[in-house]
C-alpha cells in the first residue's frame, strides 16, 4: 500500500538544474518527516535534505544554497529543486519518509540523477 514514487531525474550539464518530485500515497502524509538522500557509487547514503512536519528544513553543507525542498500537503508530493549542479551531485536520489511518533520509514526506488557536459 505505501509508495514512494520518484521523477524528474535525467542527464543536465554543470551549471544546469532539476526538479526532483516523489509522490506518496498509503500513509498519512501529513504525519510524516519527508527527506531526500543521494547515494553514488562507492559511497554511502548521505542525507541530501529534509522537511519537518512544522515546515523547518536543513541541508547537507554541499548543497547549502543550491538545493531547496518543499512540500505540498494536498498533492502528497515532496520535492528537490536543484540549481547549479555539479558532476559530485552526480547520485542516486531517494526519498524518504520518517513518521513523527511511530519513527516507521519508508523509501523509494530512486531516481538517477547524472550531471556532465
Known amino acids: 500500500q505505501v509508495q514512494l514514487v520518484e521523477s524528474g531525474g535525467g542527464l543536465v550539464q554543470p551549471g544546469g538544474s532539476l526538479r526532483l518530485s516523489c509522490a506518496a500515497s498509503?500513509?498519512?502524509?501529513?504525519?510524516?518527516?519527508m527527506g531526500w538522500f543521494r547515494q553514488a557509487p562507492g559511497k554511502q547514503r548521505e542525507l541530501v535534505a529534509r522537511?519537518?512536519?512544522?515546515?523547518?528544513?536543513n541541508y547537507a553543507d554541499s548543497v547549502k544554497g543550491r538545493f531547496t525542498i518543499s512540500r505540498d500537503s494536498a498533492k502528497n508530493t515532496v520535492y528537490l529543486q536543484m540549481n547549479n549542479l555539479k558532476p559530485e551531485d552526480t547520485a542516486v536520489y531517494y526519498c524518504n519518509a520518517e513518521g513523527v511518533l511511530s519513527k516507521r520509514n519508508y523509501w523509494g526506488q530512486g531516481t538517477q540523477v547524472t550531471v556532465s557536459s
Open positions: 498509503g500513509f498519512i502524509f501529513s504525519s510524516y518527516n
Open positions: 522537511i519537518i512536519k512544522g515546515g523547518s528544513t
